[in-house]
């Protein structure tokens, strides 16, 4: 088996990945404790780092978007290979259990399948947009009651619709994150930024 290593991720698509990850993690901890679906720490707590953790996410996302469009990387976002799809899901579903290769060759300038390409571009166009733009509502609400066609509760469910949004795709992005040709494949590329393709 021949193997060659790919330069797939740069050192700021690294530092923004993990640095999101943690943002996330964080704010979908404090977020639910602001719910009120656990307890594990204070709601006064939750509430401060909930908004500090929100203006650092606010600040990376700039800066990522900003990343995105000088560096041409947004392509990597576009939808295409349609037709591959049936076999990526049917990899995902259970082709690699009985070990079959993946139908999808990875190369520098096509590194995310089509399956990829569709949900991080839900993730950029839906489900980030919403947690900002409804998160600096509530954030703001103060100074914004009266004028918008919302109650502060539409605010908050839609909030938190776009929470559980990011907890699914967090489940199944950690879950396929295991799945490269060993489980800890993919997440060793996006720490070094190489990925061996087989
Ligand atoms: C991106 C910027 C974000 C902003 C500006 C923001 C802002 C807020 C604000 C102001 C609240 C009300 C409580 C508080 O003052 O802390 C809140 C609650 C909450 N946030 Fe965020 N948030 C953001 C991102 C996120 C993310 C990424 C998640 C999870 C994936 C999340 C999950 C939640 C949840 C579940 C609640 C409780 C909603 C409720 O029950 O009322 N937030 N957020």
Known sequence: MSEERLYLFTRFERFWHWSQAALIITLMFTGFAVHGSHSLISFQKAVEVHEIAAWLLIGLWVF???????????????PSSWGQLPAIARYYAWGMMLGESHPYKVTVERK???????????????????????????LFWGSLRGTLPVTLEQVATLHTLGAFMMLCFFIVHVYLASAGHTPTAHIKSMITGYEDKH
């Open 112 to 138: 995310h399948n089509p399956m990829q390409r569709l949900a991080y571009l839900a993730v950029k166009l839906v489900i980030n947009p919403l947690l900002w733009v409804s998160g600096l509502v509530y």
């Open 64 to 78: 990522a978007i900003f990343w995105h469009f000088t560096t041409g990387q947004w392509k990597h976002y576009v």
